[in-house]
């Protein structure tokens, strides 16, 4: 098959995150089983490549851009939905989210059967004439699939069908590394993920060296106001995002993940970071609790700041309690839901019908 996998979400480089980790992971996936895969996306105009893209379409009066860099055909749009036509030939699409119902209609249109997989709650916030949609505005013959049990949960609640679960894709060996565990990680510092927290036990725990990760871009004011904030907190180093992640996580004693997002639906670097055995300290947002499991220690979101850095302290000085929530952790990674072969068999037999029947 010639698989597209869309999304409104602006792609690698440009933004490096859960989904777009996912799609890189699947496209490698699909690739090695025989088959075609490219990647639809939003070209976003926030930094010097999507700004460069832009100038060279216009001047070249294009509405697509397309590349190849990742080792994959990329398209990128202001609008990808309104450009599906200007990329024929593909059998089939996995609409991922971002704007999902202008890509979904916009490919029915194209004759190209979506498929949805669901890795936040977009849906909920579906509307037509003012009124949240329901079953019977969905297409009838369409297939879903969500990353967690959280997601299929709120989607069957609302819609009255049951997607497929398959948690985020990922080869353990990308992520599997030999461990000096050192220090405390936190990737993503934006408020969203907990921010705060994390900050706030640093400062109660000063003996303990902390590592922060970049993830979503910052905005200018945000990267200020958090470079300050480090300012005050020797035992903080902030990293740049990084490609191969066994970089973090080969030095990562414990995972910090106390995300305050509402919309938190599974928590990847969980589960990349189960692979080396390293426990995470997770909040019990969404579906993170399914990506921690037995495998780390989760606190109530509303926990105060004493409980985070007892937990933290607790993982970090009790060598008993440390080697039993690390062997939990391995144990927990390799459990059948994150068998690569059976979650892309699931996908791709989702895809092979949706296209057989179309």
């Known amino acids: 098959m010639n698989i597209l996998i869309a999304s409104a979400i602006p792609y690698l480089p440009q933004i490096y995150g859960g989904v777009n980790t996912n799609t890189r992971e699947l496209i490698a996936e699909f690739t090695a089983r025989g088959h ?126 049951k997607p497929t679960i398959v948690p985020p894709v990922f080869r353990r060996e990308l992520y599997e590394t030999r ?34 990760v970049k ?22 180093e902030l990293r740049s995002t990084v ?24 928590g990847r670097v969980a589960s990349e970071a189960h692979c080396s055995g390293i426990p995470v300290l997770g909040s019990d947002r969404g579906g993170l609790p399914e990506a921690i499991g037995p495998g780390g220690v989760i606190l109530p979101v509303t926990a105060p700041a004493e409980e985070w850095a007892a937990a933290l302290r607790r993982l970090w000085d009790d060598k008993s309690w440390f080697m039993e929530k690390s062997a939990a952790a391995l144990a927990y990674s390799r459990r059948d839901q994150l068998d690569v072969r059976h979650q892309v068999d699931l996908l791709l037999a989702g895809l092979e019908e949706a296209a057989a029947t179309h």
């Open 179 to 212: 461990w000096e565990p050192k220090t405390a990680t936190f990737i993503n510092p934006v408020p969203e993920k907990g921010l705060d927290i994390v900050l706030e036990m640093a400062r109660r725990c000063p003996d303990i060296p902390f590592v922060f």
């Open 243 to 266: 490609t191969d992640m066994r970089v973090i996580y080969r030095q990562c004693r414990v995972l910090l993940v106390p995300s305050m997002w509402e919309r938190e639906t599974w």
């Open 36 to 161: 075609r895969a490219s990647v639809l996306t939003r070209l976003g105009y926030c930094d010097a490549f999507g700004i460069r893209a832009a100038i060279a379409m216009k001047l070249r009066r294009r509405r697509v851009r397309c590349d190849a860099d990742l080792g994959h055909p990329v398209f990128r749009a202001r609008d990808p939905w309104k450009i599906v036509d200007d990329i024929p030939g593909h059998d089939v699409a996995l609409v991922q989210d971002g704007s999902f119902r202008e890509l979904a209609s916009a490919l029915e249109q194209a004759n190209i059967p979506p498929v949805g997989y669901f890795h936040g709650l977009e849906f909920e916030d579906w509307r037509r004439d003012g009124r949240p949609l329901t079953r019977q505005d969905l297409p009838p013959r369409m297939r879903f699939f969500a990353n967690s049990g959280f997601t299929a949960g709120r989607f069957e609640r609302q819609y009255g069908l």
């Open 215 to 236: 993830g979503w871009p910052l905005k200018p004011r945000q990267s200020l106001q958090l470079r300050k904030a480090l300012r005050r907190l020797p035992n903080v």
